[in-house]
Structures are given as structure tokens and as C-alpha cells.
């Protein structure tokens, strides 16, 4: 999943499409079943996603695709405790972050000892 650029106000579809690796016509689906996810459409149809979007879109996919809940499940999620989900997804990021900077730090002094042995 890609970061969202620093100070932008409004996303296409596809780019947010993008940030979660799904096709723009599955954002079009969760907008139709989730009452949450609503962004803004231009005169002409053009979506635009907020962040607040995004964080939902976010919140959707981390229950469908990686926990693996079906769309009614994700709903009643959703609607039952939205705070608590959405802090559960906030520190399951934080922890693949951290885990991810673990092992980077792992590699980098596997790397130093191999060339001090050497």
C-alpha cells in the first residue's frame, strides 16, 4: 500500500485505486455498500477521495483483503465499533513498521559483520 503525497487535498480514483493495488471498479463497489465511504464527485462524475476517504477505503481493504472478512462481516464491523476497528488497523501498521525497520536493522549488522570478517 503507497503513502499518500504530504499536503494534497483530493485523489482520483485511480490514484487511490493504486495506493491499495485493487481496480477502480472495487472502490466503485465499497462505495455502493459501505455508507462510510462517500467521496466528493466534480459536475462532471469525477470522483475526488479525501483522506478522511482514504482512511476508509484503508480501513475496508485491511478488513477484506487482509484479514479476510467477508463484505457484510466488514460492515457489521464497521458499524459496531468503527473507533476500535480503526484503531486495531492503526496499530497492526504501526506494528509491520516496526517490524519492518527490525529487520532492516538486522540486515544492516548482518551485512557490517560479514565485512568486518572478512
Known amino acids: 500500500m503507497k503513502k499518500q503525497k504530504p499536503g494534497k487535498l483530493y485523489y482520483s480514483i485511480s490514484e487511490v485505486a493504486r495506493m491499495f493495488g485493487v481496480p477502480d471498479s472495487t472502490l466503485r463497489f465499497w462505495e455502493k455498500e459501505f455508507p462510510a465511504l462517500k467521496p466528493r464527485t466534480s459536475p462532471g462524475g469525477t470522483r ?7 482512511e476508509t477505503v484503508r480501513l475496508i481493504h485491511h478488513l477484506t ?9 466488514a460492515k457489521q ?5 468503527y473507533d476500535g476497528t480503526t484503531r486495531r488497523e492503526e496499530v497492526i501498521n504501526r506494528l509491520k513498521e516496526i517490524r519492518q525497520e527490525l529487520c532492516d536493522i538486522r540486515d544492516a549488522i548482518d551485512k557490517w559483520e ?5
Open 65 to 73: 483483503k487482509e484479514k479476510g472478512l467477508t463484505l457484510s462481516g
Open 48 to 54: 475526488r477521495y479525501t483522506a478522511k476517504d482514504i
Open 114 to 118: 560479514r565485512k568486518n570478517l572478512y
Open 77 to 81: 464491523a464497521l458499524s459496531n465499533d
